[in-house]
T-cell receptor, first 112, second 106 residues
Framework: DAMVIQNPRYQVTQFGKPVTLSCSQTLNHNVMYWYQQKSSQAPKLLFHYYDKDFNNEADTPDNFQSRRPNTSFCFLDIRSPGLGDAAMYLC???????????FGAGSRLTVL | QKEVEQNSGPLSVPEGAIASLNCTYSDRGSQSFFWYRQYSGKSPELIMFIYSNGDKEDGRFTAQLNKASQYVSLLIRDSQPSDSATYLCAVKSVRFGAGTRLTVKP
């Protein structure tokens, strides 16, 4: 089945140790999003790619970076994780012209 | 003012009752509205979307949109314990409210 796959599902890192989360999709959607969701809060949009065009939300910290080497893959890099970065990170895709998002299962990050 | 606001709840209804979930939004120019369901520890999944004023029904779910008053609601008829989850309202497809946690008691 076509789907959005996130890896790893669970990531434990130490304070300040860089982390990379990955997202892959077989839907051939040209838009990919990264959200951060903390407990009992709304998913917060960090950034998105429209094809290769990167769009950063104004309030996304510089500590968060993203790469999209091709249509299928997108990465979230957290350069120096702090305790406040512990959250579920959700990847979602969208076909241009459509409004519905397809989510991956999420990557839960724990920072020690 | 937040872009999308929801009553965080929790909302508790007995099995078989109607659950009513509400959402207000600030951008009067918004054209598309979505309801997602999110089980604890899982990612959101789409339930319904609505673009036009009025009601849209899909099985036990009805979405209602009132653009003049800038609110969108979700009604769940014959609520089941399996409906217990957090319901997220999204505007312009990518901006989410904090969600309303619904518990359906057997």
């Amino acid at each position: 089945d076509a789907m959005v796959i996130q890896n790893p599902r669970y990531q434990v890192t130490q304070f300040g140790k860089p982390v990379t989360l990955s997202c892959s999709q077989t839907l051939n959607h040209n838009v990919m999003y990264w959200y951060q969701q903390k407990s009992s809060q709304a998913p917060k949009l960090l950034f998105h790619y429209y094809d290769k065009d990167f769009n950063n939300e104004a309030d996304t910290p510089d500590n968060f970076q993203s790469r999209r080497p091709n249509t299928s893959f997108c990465f979230l890099d957290i350069r120096s994780p702090g305790l406040g970065d512990a959250a579920m990170y959700l990847c979602a895709t969208q076909s241009s012209g459509a409004n519905v998002l397809t989510f991956g299962a999420g990557s839960r990050l724990t920072v020690l | 003012q937040k872009e999308v606001e929801q009553n965080s709840g929790p909302l508790s209804v007995p099995e078989g009752a109607i659950a009513s979930l509400n959402c207000t939004y600030s951008d009067r120019g918004s054209q598309s509205f979505f309801w997602y369901r999110q089980y604890s520890g899982k990612s959101p999944e789409l339930i319904m979307f609505i673009y036009s004023n009025g009601d849209k029904e899909d099985g036990r779910f009805t979405a209602q949109l009132n653009k003049a008053s800038q609110y969108v609601s979700l009604l769940i008829r014959d609520s089941q314990p399996s409906d217990s989850a957090t319901y997220l309202c999204a505007v312009k497809s990518v901006r989410f409210g904090a969600g309303t946690r619904l518990t359906v008691k057997p």
